[in-house]
Structure formats: C-alpha cells, structure tokens
C-alpha cells in the first residue's frame, strides 16, 4: 500500500507544478490584491461555509441564509478577478475529474464485471 500513497504524493507534487495550478494560484493572487474582490470572495466563503457546516449536520439552511449567500455569490460573480478565478477553478476540477475518472477506472471495471 505504501505505494499507492507513494504515487499519491507524486501526483500531488505533480499538481502543484501544472500550468492549472500556477494559474489559480496568480488567480488568487489577483483576488487578493483587488480589496472589492477579496472582501466578496471572503464573504461569499463564510456564507458557503455556514451552509455546508449546516447540511453536514442534516440541517436544512434558512431560506433567508440561501438567499444571503445567493445574494452574496451573485456579488461576487460580477467582479472580474473572481469571475476568471471561476474559469480556472472549473478547469481545474474538469481535470482533477478527469484524474479521478482514471484512477478509478479498475474499480468499475470489477463492479461492471461482476
């Protein structure tokens, strides 16, 4: 097993060297340094987070916490830097959904098998 962790590890540093990393790190940067962006993408952050923390509990949201982080994500999504931080972070994901795809391939493979 200590090799699949092994393998693990290189992909992570692998990750952290891809041009789709790179770009979502000076995608946060620019967030950041654009204080209207970086005030949004933070409370947009806290909104999805109180969310989510409810949910993991089996709670539903508020419908007036939904329509604040609605409101919220909305704000955030009409300030460019967060807008092209969106592209790249759905990038991204396509990829590391692609990844996952790969890696699991031998396990619907037995299921389907089977």
């Known amino acids: ?11 992570a540093r692998e990750l952290q060297d891809s041009d789709e990393f790179k770009q979502l790190s000076a995608a946060l ?3 950041k340094a654009d204080q209207e962006a970086s005030s949004a993408f933070h ?4 909104a999805q987070k109180e969310i989510q923390e409810l949910q993991s509990k ?4 508020k419908p007036e916490q939904i329509q604040q982080w609605q409101t919220t994500a ?10 092209d931080l969106s592209v ?3 990038n991204l994901n396509n990829m590391l959904g692609e990844v996952n795809e790969i890696i699991t391939a031998p396990l ?4 389907l098998n089977n």
Request: aromatic share 8%.
């Open 58 to 61: 089996g709670e539903e949201p």
């Open 88 to 90: 790249i972070e759905q």
């Open 43 to 46: 409370d947009f952050q806290i």
């Open 74 to 83: 909305q704000k955030a999504q009409k300030l460019q830097p967060i807008k």
């Open 29 to 31: 940067a620019k967030v």
């Open 1 to 11: 097993m200590t090799t699949l962790f092994d393998q693990a590890k290189l992909m």
């Open 108 to 111: 619907n493979e037995l299921y």
